[in-house]
């Protein structure tokens, strides 16, 4: 329990010297409270203008970044259509190809047909000298 309890403890006293040391060295600061109020408008300023100039660069950055990004998607689709286009090429080959040779057994077939059929004719004509 007391492990808590130093830990939540701890923090608050943190915070409290935190506080207290800020408060301490704004009293014994050696500028007046106007001088102090003068640098802390003109930090709070240059901060300001850090910021939006940090932010304007920011945004640069990104769009220089989604322009990078829509090249590389650019030539991927580029490259992804050649792709497409030689596959495709290299299909409508193959079934150029596997038409060709389909033609030739075709052929091939008919003519054992009709070596067969003059084998045969041949043949029953012997036969019927015989």
Do not use: C, H
């Amino acid at each position: 329990m007391s492990d808590n309890d130093n830990g939540v403890g701890g923090l608050g006293w943190f915070l409290a010297g935190l506080g207290v040391g800020a408060l301490v060295g704004v009293l014994y600061a050696p500028k007046s409270g106007k001088e102090t109020r003068d640098d802390l408008v003109a930090g709070a300023m240059d901060a300001k203008e850090k910021a939006a100039a940090l932010a304007q660069q920011g945004r640069e950055r990104a769009a220089d970044l989604a322009e990078q990004g829509k090249q590389q998607v650019g030539e991927y689709v580029d490259r992804g259509k050649d792709y497409y286009d030689r596959g495709r090429n290299q299909w409508a080959e193959y079934v150029e190809k596997g038409k060709g040779l389909v033609q030739e057994q075709q052929g091939k077939v008919a003519a054992a047909i009709d070596a067969g059929k003059d084998a045969y004719a041949s043949a029953t004509k012997d036969l019927g000298k015989a």
